[in-house]
Nanobody
Framework: QVQLVESGGGLVQPGGSLRLSCAAS????????RAWYRRAPGKQRELVAW?????PQGRLTIFRNSDRNMLYLQMNNLNEEDTAVYYC????????????WGEGTLVTVSS
């Protein structure tokens, strides 16, 4: 089994920054920590960042540690539209299609 635990959310003022973390544990040898999603109030879940397209110059940047058991989302210049619960996502590499999700971490952007 695989567990994903997000952290780093909180209340931030517009224009501020946060770094979210996702810690993977358990049977992680065959998984790919690969993406961040979010669900804003009243909206569907949407993809925020994908490890295959990290966008290092962008406002929202995804990256992993060298051990590939931590996934991060650096968020800069936040605005109120970024308010959401943020989830990390992993998928097994064995072709099974099995995905894993954490419980999410809440980011609230408000003055």
């Amino acid at each position: 089994q695989v567990q994903l635990v997000e952290s780093g959310g909180g209340l931030v003022q517009p224009g501020g920054s946060l770094r979210l973390s996702c810690a993977a544990s358990g049977d992680i040898a065959g998984i790919n920590l690969r993406a961040w999603y979010r669900r804003a109030p009243g909206k569907q879940r949407e993809l925020v960042a994908w490890i295959a397209s990290p966008n290092p110059q962008g406002r929202l940047t995804i990256f992993r540690n060298s051990d590939r058991n931590m996934l991060y989302l650096q968020m800069n210049n936040l605005n109120e539209e970024d308010t959401a619960v943020y989830y990390c996502n992993a998928k097994r590499n064995d072709g099974s299609g099995v995905e894993y999700w954490g419980e999410g971490t809440l980011v609230t952007v408000s003055s």
